[in-house]
C-alpha cells in the first residue's frame, strides 16, 4: 500500500516530500462519457491529483433514496482518476456551496425541524444516515486501502458561515467512526477571523486557504494562524480561483490568462495547489446555485465554464497551454503529453414536429397534492423546477386585485388560461388587477425554483423555500381550496402532443433528428425566451432570453444515431419553428 502524510512542513507520499499539483473536476458536472477525457487531459498537464466535491443532494435527492449511478457514479470516476495515474481530494462534507443548488444540501431538509450546519443532534442524524451509504463507497478507495484517495475535507469554508467547533467535531468523528484514516482538512478564506472560526488545526486537521491571488500575503496569514496556535503544517491554497461563476442578465466573467498564470506560479513557488476549476462544466438540470445579495438573489447561469484551463466542452483553452509552458519552465522533468481535443458538429434548420401547451398536458406531466392553501414545494415533496398551482373562484367583482403572498422565485399569474402578469422575487406581493368576464374563473399560477442560494446567512432565511409559503389574497382574504401540480420532466416523453396548443401560454415543443456520427454540439435557443431543454430524457439545464448565455452545451454522451428527441418547456410563448445545433456556445 502507498503512504500518504502530512509533516511540519510538506506532505510525503512514500515518505518523500510530494507537492500536490491538483485541479478540481466535479463529475456531477460532467456527462460520465467526457469524465476520461477531462482526468487525462489534467494528467497531461503534469498534475498528480483530481479533487471533487461531493454534493449530498446529488446522492440523496429524496430522503432515504440513494443514487450512485450513472452520473452520480462517485466510485467509477475515482477508479477512472487512478487508471489515469492521478491521486484523489474528496471533499465529501454535508454542505459545498461550489455554486450548487442550496450548496449541495438536500432540499427536503427544509421541511425538517432540524438547524443545518450545527450540532443539532436531529441534522447529525439525518447526514449519519447518508454518511454510513457515501463512506461504504469512499474507504475502500482511500490510499491505505490500494486506491487513490490521499485527503479528505471534514467541513467547507465553515469559518464564513459558523464558529461552532462542536459540529466541526461531530463532522470528524463520524468520518473516523465510518473507517476515514487518510488525513482531513477544512478550507476557509486566508483571514484570521474564518481561520479562527473555520478549522481544527489542534485537532491535528489541516487548514487550507481559498483565493485566486496574493499567495504571499494568505500564506502569511496562515503561517501567522499557525504560529498562534503552535502548530505548524504544510501551506496548500485549496481554491486557487482561475476564474468565477456567471449569473443571469451580467456580463461573462473573463480573467487575464496571463495574470492568472502568473498568480498560479507564485502559488506554487510558496505551497501545493488546488486549481478551482480545472474543468467547471456544466449545472444540469435544475441544480445551479444562486448568489445572496440585498433583498433577493441571483440565480446563476446554466453553464459552469468558469474561465478554467478546460473550457465548458473540456477542451483544452489558451489558459491550459500557458500553464503547461510556465509548468515545463519551473520543473523541467514534469511529464507531459499532449491533451485530447473534441470535435463539435453544426445540423441546421431542425423544423418543429409538434407543439402543445402546458394546460393541456397538466395531469401527465404534473403530480399533484390538493390542499386548502397553496403549500411550499418542500413540503409537495416536490423540491426542484416549477410547480403550478390551480384554484377557482366566483366573481365577486368585475374588477378585481389579487396578490401572491410569499413567494419564491418567479411568478406567472393566469386567469382563465391567459397571461396578465409575470412577477419577479422583488415584485411577488404587488397587486395584480383583472377583468373578470366570467362568473366562474380558474386562477393558474406558475411559480419557478430558480435556484437556491449556496453561500452565507441566507442558507437559512425562509426565502430558500420555494413556491408560494403565505398564500394568495383576493381583494383582502385568502383564497383557499388549492391543487399543486410539480412539473416532473421525467415524464415528458410520455406527453400527449395531439393535443392543442395556444399562443402565449408554457408549452412544449419538439423536435427531432438523425446522426451520421456523433459529436459534442450546442442548441441555439436565441429564438426561445425562457424554460428548460430535455433531449433523450436528459434534462440538459436553464436557458433565458436574458442571456449571458444564448445557448446550451450537448454533450455527445447524450445523444444517439437515430431518434434524437429534444423537448424544449418554454414559459415566455416565444418560440421558432426551426432550431439548430451550432459548433460553438452562443453569447
Request: proline content about 4%; charged content about 25%; hydrophobic content about 35%.
Amino acid at each position: 500500500m502507498e503512504q500518504f502524510s502530512i509533516g511540519k512542513h510538506d506532505f510525503y507520499l512514500n515518505k518523500k516530500k510530494f507537492q500536490i499539483l491538483s485541479g478540481a473536476i466535479h463529475y456531477f458536472r460532467i456527462h460520465p462519457s467526457d469524465w476520461q477525457n477531462s482526468l487525462h487531459n489534467l494528467k497531461t498537464l503534469g498534475f498528480n491529483t483530481v479533487e471533487t466535491y461531493i454534493p449530498w443532494n446529488v446522492h440523496e435527492q429524496k430522503e432515504g433514496q440513494f443514487n450512485f449511478t450513472e452520473g452520480a457514479d462517485l466510485k467509477k470516476f475515482i477508479e477512472l482518476a487512478q487508471h489515469e495515474g492521478l491521486y484523489v481530494i474528496v471533499r465529501p462534507s454535508p454542505y459545498i456551496c461550489a455554486e450548487w443548488e442550496f450548496g449541495g444540501l438536500p432540499a427536503w431538509l427544509l421541511a425538517k425541524d432540524c438547524r443545518i450546519r450545527s450540532n443539532d443532534p436531529k441534522f447529525l442524524k439525518l447526514v449519519s444516515t447518508y454518511y454510513q451509504k457515501l463512506f461504504q463507497i469512499l474507504i475502500p478507495l482511500q490510499v491505505t486501502h490500494g486506491g487513490p484517495i490521499i485527503m479528505m475535507q471534514v467541513e467547507n469554508e465553515y469559518g464564513s458561515y459558523g464558529e461552532d467547533h462542536d459540529y466541526l467535531c461531530s463532522i470528524r468523528n463520524m468520518m473516523l467512526k465510518n473507517g476515514v484514516d487518510v488525513p482531513l482538512l477544512t478550507s476557509d478564506g486566508a483571514w484570521h477571523a474564518t481561520l479562527q472560526a473555520g478549522s481544527l488545526i489542534q485537532k491535528g486537521i489541516l487548514e487550507t486557504g481559498n483565493f485566486g491571488s496574493h499567495a504571499k500575503e494568505n500564506f502569511a496569514n496562515i503561517v501567522d494562524f499557525q504560529n498562534e496556535k503552535g502548530q505548524f503544517q504544510p501551506l496548500m491554497n485549496m481554491e486557487f480561483w482561475d476564474g468565477w461563476f456567471d449569473r443571469w442578465g451580467e456580463p461573462v466573467h473573463i480573467r487575464d490568462q496571463d495574470e492568472m498564470v502568473n498568480e498560479l506560479k507564485k502559488v506554487i513557488e510558496l505551497g501545493s495547489v488546488n486549481m478551482y476549476m480545472f474543468h467547471g462544466g456544466t449545472n444540469f438540470g435544475f441544480m445551479n446555485g444562486c448568489s445572496a445579495r440585498g433583498t433577493h438573489d441571483l440565480p446563476q447561469i446554466t453553464s459552469y465554464d468558469y474561465g478554467a484551463p478546460l473550457n465548458e466542452q473540456g477542451n483544452p483553452t489558451e489558459g491550459y497551454y500557458k500553464i503547461k509552458k510556465m509548468l515545463k519552465e519551473k520543473y523541467p522533468n514534469i511529464s507531459q503529453q499532449d491533451p485530447w481535443v473534441k470535435e463539435s458538429f453544426r445540423l441546421s434548420k431542425i423544423r418543429l414536429q409538434d407543439k402543445v401547451s402546458l394546460f393541456e398536458v397538466l395531469d401527465e406531466i404534473g403530480s399533484k397534492t390538493t390542499t386548502k392553501y397553496p403549500q411550499t414545494m418542500e413540503k409537495a415533496g416536490h423540491y426542484y423546477g416549477y410547480m403550478l398551482y390551480r384554484t377557482k373562484v366566483k366573481r365577486d367583482s368585475f374588477k378585481e386585485k389579487y396578490r401572491i403572498i410569499d413567494g419564491r422565485d418567479r411568478a406567472q399569474f393566469f386567469l382563465n388560461q391567459e397571461l396578465q402578469v409575470t412577477q419577479y422575487q422583488e415584485k411577488i406581493g404587488e397587486e395584480i388587477s383583472v377583468k373578470q368576464d366570467k362568473e366562474d374563473n380558474e386562477i393558474d399560477i406558475l411559480m419557478e425554483n430558480m435556484g437556491r442560494v449556496n453561500y452565507g446567512h441566507k442558507l437559512l432565511a425562509d426565502t430558500q423555500r420555494k413556491g408560494i409559503r403565505s398564500g394568495v389574497m383576493s381583494d383582502l382574504h385568502y383564497v383557499i381550496n388549492w391543487e399543486q401540480y410539480g412539473l416532473d420532466f421525467s415524464r415528458i416523453e410520455k406527453l400527449d402532443f395531439s393535443r392543442k396548443w395556444e399562443p402565449r401560454v408554457p408549452a412544449f415543443y419538439r423536435f427531432s433528428f438523425d446522426l451520421n456520427k456523433i459529436q459534442d454540439t450546442n442548441i441555439d435557443l436565441s429564438q426561445f425566451g425562457k424554460g428548460v431543454v430535455i433531449i433523450n430524457g436528459f434534462n440538459l439545464g436553464r436557458f433565458w432570453q436574458r442571456g449571458p448565455q444564448h445557448s446550451l452545451y450537448l454533450p455527445h454522451g447524450i445523444l444517439r444515431r437515430k431518434n434524437n428527441q429534444i423537448i424544449i418547456f418554454e414559459t415566455e410563448g416565444q418560440f421558432s419553428e426551426e432550431l439548430n445545433l451550432i459548433k460553438a456556445p452562443l453569447k
